[in-house]
C-alpha cells in the first residue's frame, strides 16, 4: 500500500538526515516569535503527545513532518528568520494547492500521496507503547497520533480511499461520523475534527478490561496524566528539544540482564555483560541541541562497572591558542583513583589468569621503565588535546605535579633517560630522551642481524620536545614549533572556545571538534532549490525570488562539526553535532537539499514506476498469444471446431511460444489459451508475477472469432486495462 510505503520512506529519510540543526543563541538572527509560532502551524507543527504522554509509557518515537526533515519548519536555528516569513508561507501554499490541482499528478495517481505528505500532514508522527507492568510485553498498546488537515470526516475517508490501489484496502469501511473505524490489520482509528488530530491504537494481543482508545485519549488530555519517564525526559534533552526532530526512546529494564546471561563471559570479560544487566534505557535521534544540529545514541546504565572506569572527571582546558583553532581533539585520561579500582577489579572483571598476566607484564615494564601507570595518571591529566592553530599542531598535556615528574625523570638518568633544555630562536625548549631497550628482550639464540638491527633502533630512541604553559606542558613534532608558538603570543583561551561551541568536554572520553563555514547558507539555498524543484512537479507558481537573500538575513558564517564518545556515572552514547545536516561530517552542505528532495519524490514516485513496469511485463507477455489466437481462430474458421491442444492448431509445443515474460503458451479445451508467465532466467519477469496466468477464452460472434481476457495468480492492478475481464479486439 501506498501509504505504508510513505510512512516507511519518511522514517528511512529521517535517519538518514538526522534532521536540521542551528547555529549558537548569540549568532542567530533576530525573529519575531509570533511569526514563528504562526509559521510551525500553518506547515508543521511540534510534537504533542510528548507532552501529554500515557502512565506507563515503555517506548516512545517521534517521526518529524517531511517539511521539517527538508528544513522547512522553524525550530531554532538562524534561519528561521527565512522560513517565517510570508515569501515562504505563499511558496508552500502554492506547492500544496497545486498538488491538489495539477492534471500530470493526478493522472499519474501521485497526487493522493504527495497531498498526503506535504499538505495534509500537519505535524510530527508520535508512537507510544504503553505496558501495564512497565516493560515491553504480549499487553503492551501502541498508541499513534498526529495533526491532519481535514475539515470534516468525509474529508478524511475520501482521503483513505484515494490512497487504496490494492485488493486489501487500508479502511475495511468509512470512519463513521464521529470519527471511529479500524484499519484492516485491525487496528482502531480516531479523527476528531475539533483537533483535526487522528489517533491509532492497537495491541500487541488484546485481553479484557484494557483500555479504549476513547479512553487513551481522555487520559492525554488531561495535563495530570502525563507522566514520561524520567530517563525519556533526561535523555530527549541531549537528543532533541526542539519537538521537531527524530527522538526515540524505549526501555530496556530486565532486558539485558537476560541478554547477559545468555551471552555468557566476552572477550572483554565480565564487563559488557555487566553494562548489559545494567542498562535500563536507549535513546536515539536527531534534532536541536544547544542551539546546534545533534544526533546522538544514548544508552543509561546506572552503577555499571565500565562506567565508573571510563567517567572523565574533569574538562578545563585552561591553556590558550594562537587565534582560534581549525580542529581540536580531547581524551579524558583516569584519575589515579579510578585506575587503582580497575586494576583492583582485574579479576572480578576478566578472571584470576587475566589478571595474573596482567600484573606480571606490568611488573616487567615497570622493572625496565620504572614505570606505575598510577604514578603517571598523578603527575598528568586527565585532560589531553591535540590542536591546530595559527602557530602550529600541537600536544597539550594537564600536568598538576609537574615537579613530581621531573624528579622522576632525573631519577631514571641511570638507566639511560636524557633530558636538558634547548635555545631555539630565544625559546627555551625542553628535551628527553628515553632509551628503546628492544634488544634486551629477545632471547639468548636470537641471530646477530636481527640484534644489531634492534641495537640500531634502540640507539636512535625517542625524544621529545615541550614548553611549559601554566599547569601544563605544549609539545610538538619538533622544537621549532614551539618557538612559533611562543612568538605568536596565543590569546584565545580554549575553554571558553569549547563552551561556545557547546562541546560536551565534562562527559566527553574522547571527541573533536572542527569549525565549518557557510553551513547555514548552503543549507538554505540548497532549500531554495527544493521549493523551486517541487513548484515545478506540482505545477505551482512559487515566487522564490520573492525570499530573502543569505547576506540579508545575517546568517553566521563560522558553524560547528564534531563527534564524541561520550561517558558519564549513568550512561554511555555517541554524538555528531552540526549546523544544518550530518552530510557536513563528510562534505558540503549543499548536497542535502537535493538528497532530501529525490528521496521524499522517489518514496513517491518509485513505487508507482515499479507498478508501471511490472504491468508492462503483463502486456509484454500477453503479446506471445498474438500468433496462437491467429491459428485457434482459422482453424475455428476451416473446421467448424476449436482445436483441443496446440498440435491440433498447428502449433510447437507451449515452451516454445514465449517469449521475455511468457514461458509457454497452451491451448486447451475449447480453443482456450493460457500464457503462463515465467520470472527463470532466461525469462525475465518480476518474482510478482511468476506463474501467474493470462486466460484468453474465445467465442464466435457474426462469422468472426472473439477474445476475452483474464488474470489468474497475478495482481489485478497489473493487468492491462483490455485484460481485465473485457474482450480483446480479434
Not at 606490568?362 to 595518571?377: E, N
Not at 636512535?460 to 612559533?484: N, R, Y
Not at 511468457?662 to 500464457?675: C, D, F, K, R, S
Not at 515465467?678 to 510478482?688: I, S, V, W
Request: glycine content about 10%; overall charge negative; aromatic content about 6%.
Amino acid at each position: 500500500m501506498i501509504a505504508r510505503r510513505i510512512v516507511l520512506s519518511a522514517t528511512a529519510i529521517a535517519v538518514a538526515l538526522g534532521l536540521a540543526a542551528c547555529h549558537s543563541k548569540d549568532d542567530t538572527p533576530a525573529t519575531d516569535p509570533k511569526a514563528v509560532a504562526a509559521a510551525q502551524t500553518a506547515i508543521s507543527s511540534t510534537a504533542w503527545l510528548r507532552q501529554h504522554l500515557p502512565a506507563h509509557t515503555v517506548a516512545y518515537l517521534r517521526i518529524p513532518s517531511p517539511w521539517s526533515m527538508l528544513g522547512g519548519v522553524p525550530n531554532g536555528r538562524p534561519l528561521d528568520a527565512a522560513l517565517s516569513t510570508q515569501a515562504h508561507l505563499d511558496a508552500v501554499a502554492a506547492i500544496r494547492d497545486g498538488i491538489g490541482k495539477d492534471k500530470v499528478l493526478a493522472d499519474l495517481k501521485l497526487a493522493p500521496a504527495l497531498s498526503l505528505l506535504l499538505s495534509d500532514l500537519r505535524s510530527p508522527v508520535e508512537v507510544a507503547l504503553v505496558d501495564p507492568v512497565g516493560i515491553p510485553s504480549p499487553a503492551s498498546r501502541a498508541v499513534a497520533t498526529m495533526t491532519l488537515d481535514f475539515a470534516s470526516v468525509d474529508a478524511f475517508n475520501a482521503r483513505i480511499a484515494s490512497l487504496d490501489k490494492g485488493d486489501t484496502p487500508i479502511l475495511p469501511a468509512p470512519l463513521d461520523t464521529e470519527g471511529r473505524g479500524r484499519l484492516a490489520s485491525g487496528a482502531t482509528l480516531r479523527y476528531d475534527v475539533s483537533q483535526h488530530r487522528l489517533w491509532i491504537s492497537q495491541a500487541m494481543r488484546e485481553s479484557p478490561g484494557e483500555q479504549t482508545l476513547d479512553q487513551i485519549v481522555a487520559d492525554a488530555a488531561k495535563p495530570s496524566q502525563a507522566a514520561a519517564p524520567d530517563t525519556l525526559v533526561a535523555l530527549e534533552s541531549r537528543i532533541d528539544t526542539s519537538g521537531e526532530g527524530l527522538f526515540g526512546w524505549a526501555s530496556v529494564r530486565g532486558l539485558g540482564g537476560v541478554a547477559a546471561a545468555q551471552a555468557g563471559d566476552a572477550s572483554l570479560g565480565k564487563l559488557p555483560g555487566d553494562f548489559a544487566s545494567k542498562a535500563d534505557a536507549v535513546a536515539f535521534g536527531g534534532g536541536t541541541v544547544d542551539g546546534r544540529g545533534t544526533f546522538r545514541i544514548v544508552v543509561h546504565a546506572p552503577q555499571a562497572r565500565a562506567l565508573t572506569y571510563l567517567t572523565p572527571t574533569a574538562f578545563a582546558p585552561t591553556i590558550k591558542s594562537a587565534g582560534e583553532p581549525r580542529w581540536a581533539m580531547t581524551l579524558s585520561l583516569p584519575s589515579a583513583d579510578h585506575y587503582k579500582t580497575f586494576e583492583n577489579n582485574l579479576t572480578l572483571d576478566f578472571g584470576p589468569h587475566a589478571a595474573k598476566a596482567y600484573h606480571e607484564a606490568l611488573a616487567r615494564v615497570g622493572k625496565r621503565y620504572h614505570f606505575d601507570p598510577a604514578r603517571y595518571l598523578s603527575w598528568f591529566g586527565p585532560e589531553m588535546l591535540v590542536f591546530s592553530d595559527d602557530a602550529g599542531l600541537f600536544f597539550a598535556l594537564h600536568s598538576p605535579d609537574r615537579k613530581a615528574w621531573y624528579d622522576f625523570v632525573k631519577g631514571n638518568a641511570s638507566i639511560g633517560w636524557k633530558t636538558g633544555e634547548a635555545d631555539v630562536g630565544g625559546t627555551s625548549v625542553h628535551w628527553l630522551t628515553v632509551p628503546g631497550g628492544a634488544a634486551d628482550t629477545l632471547p639468548p639464540d636470537a641471530d646477530q642481524g636481527t640484534r644489531g638491527l634492534l641495537r640500531l633502533i634502540d640507539r636512535m630512541g625517542s625524544k621529545t620536545w615541550w614548553i611549559e604553559d601554566g599547569d601544563w606542558i605544549v609539545m610538538a613534532k619538533v622544537p621549532q614549533a614551539l618557538a612559533d608558538r611562543v612568538a605568536a603570543k596565543p590569546d584565545v583561551a580554549l575553554d571558553g572556545w569549547f563552551k561556545q561551541r557547546a562541546y560536551p568536554g565534562a562527559r566527553t572520553l574522547l571527541g573533536f571538534t572542527a569549525t565549518s563555514h557557510g553551513a547555514q547558507r548552503d543549507a538554505y539555498y540548497t532549500y531554495i532549490e527544493f521549493l523551486q524543484a517541487l513548484g515545478a512537479v506540482t505545477g505551482s507558481d512559487v515566487n522564490i525570488a520573492a525570499l530573502p537573500a543569505a547576506h540579508t538575513l545575517g546568517l553566521p558564517d563560522k558553524g560547528v562539526l564534531g563527534a564524541a564518545l561520550e561517558v558519564d556515572a549513568d550512561t554511555l552514547g555517541i554524538s555528531f553535532t552540526y549546523e544544518q545536516s550530518p552530510v557536513e561530517l563528510v562534505g558540503q552542505a549543499g548536497g542535502t537539499g537535493a538528497v532530501a528532495t529525490a528521496a521524499i519524490l522517489a518514496a513517491i514516485a518509485v513505487p508507482q514506476y515499479q507498478n508501471y513496469t511490472l504491468r508492462a511485463q503483463v502486456a509484454g507477455a500477453l503479446t506471445a498469444a498474438d500468433p496462437v489466437k491467429e491459428a485457434v481462430a482459422r482453424k475455428r474458421l476451416a473446421s467448424g471446431r476449436f482445436p483441443a491442444n496446440n498440435a491440433a492448431a498447428g502449433l510447437g509445443k507451449p515452451e516454445t511460444l514465449g517469449n521475455d515474460y511468457a514461458g509457454a503458451v497452451t491451448v486447451g479445451q475449447g480453443g482456450e489459451i493460457v500464457v503462463s508467465l515465467d520470472g527463470t532466467p532466461p525469462r525475465k519477469a518480476d518474482p510478482k508475477l511468476d506463474m501467474g496466468e493470462l486466460v484468453l477464452t474465445p467465442r464466435v460472434e457474426e462469422g468472426r472469432v472473439d477474445w476475452s481476457c483474464s488474470g489468474e495468480g497475478i495482481d489485478p492492478k497489473y493487468l492491462p486495462a483490455s485484460c481485465r475481464d473485457q474482450p480483446l479486439e480479434p
